[in-house]
Each structure stands twice: as structure tokens, then as C-alpha cells.
């Protein structure tokens, strides 16, 4: 087929909104790890039944979501069975879910109701950098792989304040983020409530609204469920891909990584291999004065944690740990009185996982930033990375709620 009739295929299927990928039929299943040999048996059957891991179990006796295509399904039931798993069937079909993500009929201007897309995120920002130029300062930390450029605002109502640098959607498929995210900006802007207008007149705020915007624009247009870069992984092009969550220089593929190219944990073939990270630590070490991030948040989905360094061990905790979780429950706090929704605060490598060459373990360690979290947004698991659109204005007015609380915390240790 020639590269012309290939381009208008695409086309066609942008235009119409064809999924170049579907997910008929496909289910997620939880399934519990009770002990170290059933936790092997899945790992060796992870490429010959193609199994991919939505959320894995932290500890024995707990659970993983595991989506498996229908021509697979069959065999790993029969597997669960044979071992004595105990598993449940979470999602029946996923593409039902995909489609409810996508609306009939397109909004272009920004809001909360759908999930929006690069373009339309990148127009928003243009309309707010025209209409608060007093307020908002846009910056670029430079292109992606594919050549889009990673945008973010800096919104600051005063000289002096200290800040609070987000980056958001870095793993592609959470699409909640950048919506959630995007939301808080405009509250900043455009205050409603009189404790989110302080924090906004006396907190300067970086935000990258989407970090990863190769791998966003291929889950809108391509593969819902991408999750990493989109920079080539291996010579023969049969991998792409970087989780960009564990590129960045601090204790590089110790823990929690994979040097496989095709790993959805891939590592990358170096520290800083991508340019999303690479730019991003560029930006933070030569365009904002050292010292004047006070805390550092990577905002991801799924599970409701908000997690703190160290992710490579359980065995030790920073020195600023206290801090981090005073702050940490000063957030949850506040967002449980929103909606009642339950945030689990701790370490990653003791309350998710171990991870290592993560972005707050960046920021704590080499920028020396106290208050580092990834914060992991709704849900428990029930939808995953498809909450609904009905979902987005909830998730982000009790996050933003948490945003409140968790300055006050830090004001109360003198962090801010």
C-alpha cells in the first residue's frame, strides 16, 4: 500500500473518529497473588498470553488488573483455575467503556465534561495566556520526539511567592489528569472559592498540563491504552517507547524498571534518553531559581495514593519523611471532605511498589525539593484509566480541595 493511500486511511479514520485500535471484547480481570508461585506463573505467562498489567499487586495477598484479549481469555481462566487464583471479572468489555469516553458529538472549547485533546487543551492555553497576560506566563520546555511542543503556564499573581511545579499526564492513557489538572488552572484564574483564591495570590504554580504529548495524541487518535513515549526502542521498530517515569536520573533502572523495549516499564536505553525528560530537568535546573520549588507533584491514575520517596526501598526512608506525610494527610484530608474519597498516604516502595528513576525522586534527591509526591487519582480500580466524562468535574474539584489542604499543611511546618 503507498504511503499516499496510507495518509488518507488515517485521515479517514481521524475524520470519522474510527478507532485505529479497538479493545471489543476485551476484559479485565483482578486477580490475587497469595503466594511467590503464583506470582512467577504470571510473570512467565505474560508475553505467551500477551497479558498487560493495569495495576500490579503491591504485596502477596493482594491484588493485579490484568486485561487479556478474547483469544486468550479462555486459557488464562483455565490457568487461574488449575493454580487456585482467586480472581473476579472487573470490566466485561472494554471498548464498551472507550466509546462512553468519547463524546457524539465534539465541545472544541474547554470544559469539563469530556476528555479533550491535545489540540484543544494547547487552544485553551492560548486563550488563557491572551485573556490573565498579568497572570499567566506561558513556557515551552522545548519539542517531544514527533515534534510537539510541551507547553506549560506559570501562574503568579505576585513577586516572591514560592512555587509548586506539576507535571501531568506523563503516562498517556491517564487521561484524567490533564482534565483534572486543567480544571485547577482555571479555578486559579478564575476563583470561586475564597480559600482556592489565596493559594492562588500567594503560591506561584508551574504546570505542564500534558508531558507526554506524543503518547496522548497517539491514545486519542491511535491506541487508547498507550502509556509510554513514542521515541523507537529497539533497531527493528517493533518497540516503541519509553515509560518516562522511570527516565529520569536518579537511581536508574534500580528498581521497578525493565530493560526490555517492549516492557511498558521500559526504561529507557539511558537516563534522560527521552527528550521529555531530559527538557523538563533542563527547564526546572536553568529556568526557575533554584530553591523556590517548594513541592513537586507528578499527577498520574489509577489507586488514590499519594507517594513520597523512596520508591527503590521499603528498608529506609528519606530524611524529610515526616514532613511529606504531614503534608501528604493535609491533602487527604482535605479532599475526602469533597466526596467522602479515600487518598492512601505513604512511601511508594512501602504502600504501592518499588520504582526507581521517578520524578519526585528526581526532585527529592538531586533538586532537593522536601515535598515530592506522584499522586494517583481516582479509582479504586473499578474503571481503571476509563472513568467516565460524568467523572472528571468530581475528580477535579476534590483534588483541588486537596491542593488547598495540602498548602495549609505545609505552611503549618514552614515548607511554604
Known sequence: MSVK???????????????????????????????????????????????????????????????????YQETFENLLSTHNFTYKLKIENVQTHIDAQRPKQRITSMEWTQFHTLEEINAWLDVIEARYPDVVTPFTIGNSYEGRP???????????????????????????????????????????????????????????????????????????????????????????????????????????????????????????SDPEISQLTSYINNSIPDGSIKIYISLHSYGQYVLSPWGHTAAEFPEHYPQM?????????????????????????????????????WAYAVKNIKIPYTIELRDKGLLGFLLPPEDILPVAREVTEGFVGMIAAAREIDIL
Not at 471489543?24 to 511467590?36: F, G, H
Not at 512467565?44 to 493485579?64: D, F, I, N, P, Y
Open 150 to 272: 510541551i507547553r506549560g503556564v506559570k501562574i503568579s499573581y505576585k513577586d516572591g511567592n514560592p512555587a509548586v511545579f506539576i507535571e501531568s499526564n506523563i503516562h498517556a492513557r491517564e487521561w484524567i489528569t490533564s482534565s483534572t489538572i486543567t480544571y485547577f488552572i482555571d479555578e486559579l484564574l478564575v476563583p470561586r472559592n475564597p480559600a482556592v483564591r489565596e493559594i492562588a495570590q500567594n503560591v506561584d504554580w508551574y504546570i505542564i498540563p500534558v508531558l507526554n504529548v506524543d503518547g496522548f495524541a497517539y491514545s486519542h487518535e491511535y491506541e487508547r491504552l498507550w502509556r509510554k513515549s513514542r521515541l523507537p526502542s529497539d533497531p527493528t521498530g517493533n518497540c516503541i517507547g519509553t515509560d518516562l517515569n522511570r527516565n529520569f536520573d536518579f537511581l536508574w533502572m534500580l528498581a521497578g524498571a525493565e530493560s526490555d523495549p517492549c516492557s511498558e516499564i521500559y526504561a529507557g536505553p539511558s537516563a534522560e
Open 5 to 71: 493511500i496510507l495518509l488518507f486511511v488515517g485521515l479517514i479514520g481521524l475524520v470519522f473518529g474510527v478507532e485505529q485500535v479497538r479493545y471489543d471484547n476485551y476484559k479485565v480481570y483482578n486477580v490475587r497473588i497469595d503466594d511467590l508461585e503464583q506470582y512467577k506463573l504470571l510473570n512467565a505467562q505474560e508475553k505467551a498470553l500477551k497479558l498487560s498489567s493495569w495495576r500490579e499487586a503491591r504485596h502477596l495477598g493482594e491484588s493485579s488488573d490484568i486485561m487479556l484479549s478474547p483469544e
Open 325 to 361: 506525610m504531614h503534608v501528604a494527610k493535609g491533602f487527604s484530608d482535605a479532599l475526602y471532605r469533597r466526596y467522602g474519597t479515600v487518598f492512601t498516604y505513604g512511601s511508594s516502595a512501602t504502600t504501592l511498589y518499588e520504582v526507581s528513576g521517578s520524578g519526585k525522586e
